[in-house]
């Protein structure tokens, strides 16, 4: 990853000594949505990233980003599948999930106008997860129990894919809107048993809606 990083600042460099392509920065924010086995006991939650991007020609941008996303155990759910399965407990804990994804991404636009610019996008890069769990297990009768506590990181690789649209403001200002299908690989997800936890591989899928705007330096 730190090669390609080079790679990428050695690319924007070159085009601002010989003017070659336009490049600037990106900010942008929204809402993920988990999906699979994510989306069991866990709710929408919200992110953002910013970064560097190159265009290498009228149609193919390649960026550079950086950013953080979090999501906040469903309690309710949790506790409404426990009932089910016959355990009249109930959970009282925090389980909380966030990221920091660094990823390099290439945009293909395609019919780009005046005024929309539309694209898709493919990208690719590592994620570093934080994942707790702590609080307690409270049974119909009898004394709480504390849930084993859990404080994990991890650095697991992704691949994300999805389109989007740029909108023109001005000269140097576009609008940004897009939406990712993200595939954070090799992970695990908790199934939470009466007062503890066993750990399931799987992969973290998350959909996210993200606006924003692109800055260009020309």
Request: hydrophobic share 35%; aromatic share 16%.
């Amino acid at each position: 990853m730190k090669n390609y990083i080079i790679i990428f600042c050695l690319m924007i460099f070159t085009g601002s000594v010989y003017g070659q392509a336009d490049y600037g920065f990106t900010l942008k924010g929204g809402v993920n949505f988990p999906v699979g086995d994510f989306v069991k006991y866990y709710n929408a939650g919200l992110g953002g990233f910013g970064g560097l991007f190159y265009n290498i020609n009228s149609t193919t941008r390649i960026s550079l980003t950086i950013g953080y996303n979090s999501w906040a155990l469903d309690l309710d759910a949790l506790n409404k599948d426990l009932n089910n399965s016959g355990n009249p407990g109930k959970y009282d804990i925090e389980a909380p999930i966030s990221t920091i994804p660094i990823l390099i991404n290439v945009k293909f636009f395609w019919r780009k106008n005046k005024k929309f610019h539309p694209y898709a996008v493919l990208e690719g890069g590592v994620y570093k997860t934080s994942k707790q769990v702590y609080g307690k297990f409270i049974p119909q009768d009898g004394e709480s129990l504390q849930v084993t506590p859990r404080d994990v990181s991890t650095t697991d690789g992704s691949f994300n894919f999805g389109v989007g649209f740029e909108y023109p403001l001005n000269e140097t200002l576009t609008l940004d809107v897009s939406s990712r299908y993200h595939l954070v690989l090799n992970q695990d997800v908790y199934n939470l048993g009466d007062a503890g936890y066993g750990t399931t591989y799987s992969t973290n899928n998350f959909i996210s809606i993200f606006a924003g705007i692109n800055v260009f330096f020309q």
